[in-house]
């Protein structure tokens, strides 16, 4: 048999690597940026006092992404309109041994999730990601932050909190999710105005990300007869393009992909609490679909 290369030990761990560095940044080609700078490093490393692969590339794929998350941090306080994570296709497959652990990760990857943790620190985000999603021990995340293990536990302590007081309340069930969106889309294309109503909740949350690059609301807009009249509304101008829409995995929940000309323009994704729509996700800005197509 043939001895273990190092391509064949990084691209083993390469999935875990790249969840880290997405959840840390919360775009795809961030995060593959970091990973590819995780294997140059990985390919120069005396690999022999290497005595676990995994958590020494876990290590060096977190401080990478720190150091770019302090960079594009900067970029994001001059974004124009409300910021969305980058839409991610997931399939957790068959490395995810129990429905529980998919939810885990299904909701660490969530939109609502990684909003919320836009407004982290850089190390309350690191922390969060690696404990909550992936169980590292304390010991292990102070040794990779390089930071004592009794501040670890209060940054993940904090963070906790932050996370549970700001996200919104949602349900996980992907059945009730996906029966919701083709209700939704149905009552938008039919322009069905009182349907669309009845699906929202009453202090139901729209936000949209453009970039400014394309068309979606620049604020948050919020109640649901706002949301449904602006819906109602764009629906309408929108019912003479051509638009077709599948339904993919995205973020771990039912998502919905508008795609115009055989390109993605837009991806939509419903948070559902209750039997009713809390918040919309519409990501619009063409930098953040490629990964689509």
Same mark, same amino acid.
């Given at each position: /048999?043939a001895a273990e290369?190092?391509?064949?030990?990084?691209?083993?761990?390469?999935?875990?690597?790249?969840? #880290?560095?997405?959840? /840390?940044?919360?775009?795809?080609?961030?995060?593959?940026?970091?990973?590819?700078?995780?294997?140059?490093?990985?390919?120069? $490393?005396?690999?022999?006092?290497?005595?676990?692969?995994?958590a020494y590339l876990?290590?060096? $794929?977190?401080?990478?992404?720190?150091?770019?998350?302090?960079? #594009?941090?900067?970029?994001?306080?001059?974004?124009?309109?409300?910021?969305?994570?980058?839409?991610?296709?997931?399939?957790?497959?068959?490395?995810?041994?129990?429905?529980?652990?998919?939810?885990?990760?299904?909701?660490?990857?969530?939109?609502? =999730?990684?909003?919320?943790?836009?407004?982290?620190?850089?190390?309350?985000?690191? =922390?969060?990601?690696?404990?909550?999603?992936?169980?590292?021990?304390?010991?292990?995340?102070?040794?990779?932050?390089?930071?004592?293990?009794? $501040?670890?536990?209060?940054?993940?302590?904090?963070?906790?909190?932050?996370?549970?007081?700001?996200?919104?309340?949602?349900? =996980?069930?992907? =059945?009730?999710?996906?029966?919701?969106?083709?209700?939704?889309? %149905?009552?938008?294309?039919?322009?069905?105005?009182?349907?669309?109503?009845?699906?929202?909740?009453?202090?139901?949350?729209?936000?949209?990300?453009?970039?400014? !690059?394309? !068309?979606?609301?620049?604020?948050?807009?919020?109640?649901?007869?706002?949301?449904?009249?602006?819906?109602? @509304?764009?629906a309408a101008k929108?019912?003479?393009?051509?638009?077709?829409?599948?339904?993919?995995?995205?973020? @771990?929940?039912?998502?919905?992909?508008?795609?115009?000309?055989? !390109?993605?323009?837009?991806?939509?994704?419903? %948070?559902?609490?209750?039997?009713?729509?809390?918040?919309?996700?519409?990501?619009?800005?063409?930098?953040?679909?490629?990964?689509?197509?």
């Amino acid at each position: /048999m043939a001895a273990e290369t190092p391509t064949d030990a990084f691209d083993e761990h390469r999935p875990v690597l790249m969840g #880290v560095a997405y959840r /840390m940044l919360g775009r795809v080609a961030d995060a593959e940026d970091v990973v590819q700078d995780a294997w140059l490093r990985w390919s120069q $490393t005396d690999r022999s006092d290497v005595r676990e692969p995994r958590a020494y590339l876990v290590r060096i $794929t977190t401080r990478l992404a720190l150091d770019r998350l302090r960079q #594009v941090q900067a970029r994001r306080e001059s974004y124009v309109g409300p910021w969305l994570p980058e839409p991610l296709v997931t399939d957790f497959g068959p490395t995810v041994p129990d429905t529980a652990e998919q939810a885990v990760l299904a909701e660490s990857v969530s939109f609502a =999730v990684l909003v919320v943790l836009e407004s982290l620190s850089p190390l309350e985000r690191a =922390v969060f990601v690696l404990r909550e999603a992936f169980g590292l021990p304390f010991a292990e995340i102070a040794a990779t932050l390089e930071r004592a293990e009794s $501040t670890v536990r209060q940054l993940a302590r904090r963070a906790r909190k932050h996370v549970e007081e700001r996200r919104p309340r949602y349900d =996980v069930d992907p =059945v009730q999710q996906r029966d919701l969106t083709q209700r939704f889309l %149905a009552a938008a294309g039919e322009g069905d105005l009182d349907g669309l109503l009845a699906l929202l909740a009453p202090d139901v949350r729209l936000v949209g990300d453009s970039g400014g !690059k394309s !068309k979606a609301p620049l604020r948050v807009i919020e109640t649901a007869d706002k949301v449904g009249r602006f819906l109602h @509304g764009a629906a309408a101008k929108d019912a003479q393009l051509g638009f077709e829409f599948r339904f993919m995995e995205i973020n @771990g929940a039912p998502g919905l992909v508008a795609f115009l000309g055989g !390109k993605p323009d837009a991806v939509f994704q419903l %948070a559902v609490f209750e039997g009713r729509i809390q918040e919309i996700y519409i990501v619009r800005n063409p930098d953040k679909l490629q990964s689509l197509l």
